[in-house]
Antibody, heavy 119, light 107 residues
Framework: QITLKESGPTLVKPTQTLTLTCTFS??????????VGWIRQPPGKALEWLALIYRNDDKRYNPSLKNRLTITKDTSRNQVVLTMTNLDPVDTGTYYC???????????WGQGTLVTVSS | DIQMTQSPSSLSASVGDRVTITCRAS??????LAWYQQKPEKAPKPLIYGASNLQSGVPSRFSGSGSGTYFTLTISSLQPEDFATYYC?????????FGGGTRVEIK
């Protein structure tokens, strides 16, 4: 059974850095072609893909946020970490961790974690 | 970036109705198109991948079609549990992009 769970702060101040951790089970990031990534959703708005990392440490970022995002993995701990710098209130939303099997879209999603950016 | 445009943005329908949602890509994506269903306060649920392949456990009243730049999601007979917001997503090239969503409401 594949599961993913997001963890991190629920409230962050503007200009601060957000660090979110995705802890997963039921698959291995040691498999070629599979990836773990992040998608977010501001309240009442559409989904926005942020970043994804593959087994070989290939990383893909949303260009609109690229300079602010860093994605890393700890394969031994089955974790993927997303760091976003210089937070702004517009970054408020639910952040989802997703698993992308080979040649498939985001087939598995975590429950999401709501992050509020406010002073 | 590839832009994904869904229409309509919302619709009202009755139980038993046939509902079709369209999704257009700003450039060709072959069949690298997925559909998701999202209910309030829940994570999106994958429905379809490869434009027309149902995810495991998804009822057969859902179907997808299309290739290139034009895609559709059809619900053949709307059920009470189908009232939700639906999103398309292209996974042909990075950055992966989503449509703006279609909210299906009860008439």
């Amino acid at each position: 059974q594949i599961t993913l769970k997001e963890s991190g702060p629920t409230l962050v101040k503007p200009t601060q850095t957000l660090t979110l951790t995705c802890t997963f089970s039921g698959f291995s990031l040691n498999t070629d072609g599979v990836g773990v990534g992040w998608i977010r959703q501001p309240p009442g708005k559409a989904l926005e893909w942020l970043a994804l990392i593959y087994r070989n440490d290939d990383k893909r970022y949303n260009p609109s946020l690229k300079n602010r995002l860093t994605i890393t993995k700890d394969t031994s701990r089955n974790q993927v970490v997303l760091t976003m710098t210089n937070l702004d209130p517009v970054d408020t939303g639910t952040y989802y961790c997703v698993y992308r099997p080979v040649n498939r879209p985001a087939d598995y999603w975590g429950q999401g974690t709501l992050v509020t950016v406010s002073s | 970036d590839i832009q994904m445009t869904q229409s309509p943005s919302s619709l009202s329908a009755s139980v038993g109705d046939r509902v079709t949602i369209t999704c257009r890509a700003s450039q060709g994506i072959s069949s690298w198109l997925a559909w998701y269903q999202q209910k309030p306060e829940k994570a999106p649920k994958p429905l379809i991948y490869g434009a027309s392949n149902l995810q495991s456990g998804v009822p057969s009243r859902f179907s997808g079609s299309g290739s290139g730049t034009y895609f559709t999601l059809t619900i053949s007979s709307l059920q009470p549990e189908d009232f939700a917001t639906y999103y398309c997503q292209q996974y042909s090239v990075y950055p992966l992009t989503f449509g703006g969503g279609t909210r299906v409401e009860i008439k």
